[in-house]
């Protein structure tokens, strides 16, 4: 049996990547999140680990945990994240705290670079493995609510997939992105979009729901996307067509 490790699975977007690979791919999940319980029950293949991914100890300790008890890791969704939202509008730069620039940097984009550091090896000693990094909408055109912390962030995870794409060659490893556009989770509430927002902004005339981006990791992690690699899948319901 495969074995998946999905970042940040106790809510949103990760908790339905979660239940869609143990549902539909037959694996073994494994996800994290902050706190000593997950909050959330989950379907039976899937186990849960405390870590905070923006400290490289809390993953090492993690993927060491993982190791001693699955032996190999053959899915890394890199999709923790963080943003600081609020209604109508975005924090401008000069009202962004260093601190919090360092807090979504190291989360989001110091994160994956963590996973991917600790995960890969492991991969290359297996020839096979699938990496996934969640991206954002906002890192394709800049962004209507997310300011320059949470866009410099998810551009850098576009950088990270790129450059291990080229690095990774023979290895059997495959590594992209996705690129949701809004997703209706806890992470966008504070921005109170509307049904008449998506209505008249998004094509396809609603907002995303977690289940739309885990189709799109479990088409990443299939067969059928063998040839896909370094791509970033944008899936935002034509909100932004780069
Ligand atoms: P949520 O806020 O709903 O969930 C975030 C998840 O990440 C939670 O499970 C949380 O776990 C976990 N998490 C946060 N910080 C850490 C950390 N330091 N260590 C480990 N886990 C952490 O977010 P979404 O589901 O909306 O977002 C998921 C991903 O998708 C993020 O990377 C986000 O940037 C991206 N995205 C979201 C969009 C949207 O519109 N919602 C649009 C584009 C991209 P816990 O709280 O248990 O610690």
Partial sequence: MKVALVTGGTRGIGLSIVELLAQEANLRVITCGTKPQPGVEFPEQVEYVQCDISHSNSVTA???????????????????????????????????????????????????????????????????????????????FGGILASVDYISSKAGLIGLTKGLAYELRGCGITVNSVAPGRIDTDMIADAKLSDEWAEQHVPLGRLGRGEDIAGAVLFLISKHADYVHGATLDCNGGWVIT
């Fill in 62 to 140: 993690m993927i060491d945990q993982i190791i001693a008890v699955h032996s190999k890791i053959d899915i890394l969704v890199n999709n923790a994240g963080i943003s600081h939202v609020k209604p109508n509008g975005r924090f401008l730069i000069e009202d962004l705290e260093e601190q919090t620039w360092h807090q979504v940097l190291n989360t989001n984009l110091s994160g994956a670079f963590y996973t991917c550091k600790q995960v890969i090896p492991h991969m290359k000693k297996n020839r096979y493995g699938r990496i996934i990094n969640i991206s954002s909408a906002s890192a394709r």
